[in-house]
Antibody
Framework: EVQLVESGGGLVQPGGSLRLTCAVS????????MSWVRQAPGKGLEWVSF???????YYTDSVKGRFTISRDYSKNTLFLQMDGLRTEDTAIYYC?????????????WGQGTLVTVSS | QSALTQPASVSGSPGQSITISCTGT?????????VSWYQQYPGKAPKLIVF???ERPSGVSNRISGSKTGNTASLTISGLQAEDEADYYC???????????FGGGTRLTVL
């Protein structure tokens, strides 16, 4: 059974850092296309970052230079290191697995972890 | 402002059919048969219900269907049931630079 479980969210001041973790079971995180998608309170979905099976990484413009996606093969875990946090980064952050053909749709989702950036 | 345009809300009575539109451009919806749809209940994670315009994942009701004409994709739910009341989001591939774009979401109310 495929499971994705996020953790690491919380309250942080503007300019601070957080590291989100997505523990994966049922498949190998290093052999799949993985992503982080966020949803601000009462708003729609926005993709934040992708990591492809070959290791290529992509970021939405608003987080480039501040967020870093990575994975740990031995722990079968996906990470999102978030530095220089801004109030507009406040959102629920979902870990999601993309389809293994072309990485064009989000096949499985975790339950999300809430990040609140506020002073 | 979202890249894809969806109506903020739609409603229908039990047993009726509804259609949610998702309008993009020739750079996304119009260029690729790579539109997906997600259903989200309040406080829950999104769930994939349609991919590649009109394909349904295993386990998704056959009352749900997708289509596309030009720059507009559509999600149709027939035989509305109370359990269909949720938010629905469309998403399209938009090329190798932008990758994926979402719609702003549509709240479906079953009257």
């Amino acid at each position: 059974e495929v499971q994705l479980v996020e953790s690491g969210g919380g309250l942080v001041q503007p300019g601070g850092s957080l590291r989100l973790t997505c523990a994966v079971s049922g498949f190998n995180v290093s052999n799949n296309y993985m992503s982080w998608v966020r949803q601000a309170p009462g708003k729609g979905l926005e993709w934040v970052s992708f990591i492809y099976s070959a290791g290529s990484t992509y970021y939405t413009d608003s987080v480039k230079g501040r967020f870093t996606i990575s994975r740990d093969y031995s722990k079968n875990t996906l990470f999102l290191q978030m530095d220089g946090l801004r109030t507009e980064d406040t959102a629920i952050y979902y870990c999601a697995r993309l389809d293994d053909t072309a990485a064009v749709y989000f096949e499985y989702w975790g339950q999300g972890t809430l990040v609140t950036v506020s002073s | 402002q979202s890249a894809l345009t969806q109506p903020a809300s739609v409603s229908g009575s039990p047993g009726q059919s509804i259609t949610i539109s998702c309008t993009g451009t020739s750079s996304d919806v119009g260029s690729y048969n790579l539109v997906s749809w997600y259903q989200q209940y309040p406080g829950k994670a999104p769930k994939l219900i349609v991919f590649e315009v009109n394909e349904r994942p295993s386990g998704v009701s056959n009352r749900i269907s997708g289509s596309k004409t030009g720059n507009t994709a559509s999600l149709t739910i027939s035989g509305l049931q109370a359990e269909d009341e949720a938010d629905y989001y469309c998403c399209s591939y938009a090329g190798s630079r932008t990758l994926l774009v979402f719609g702003g979401g549509t709240r479906l109310t079953v009257l």
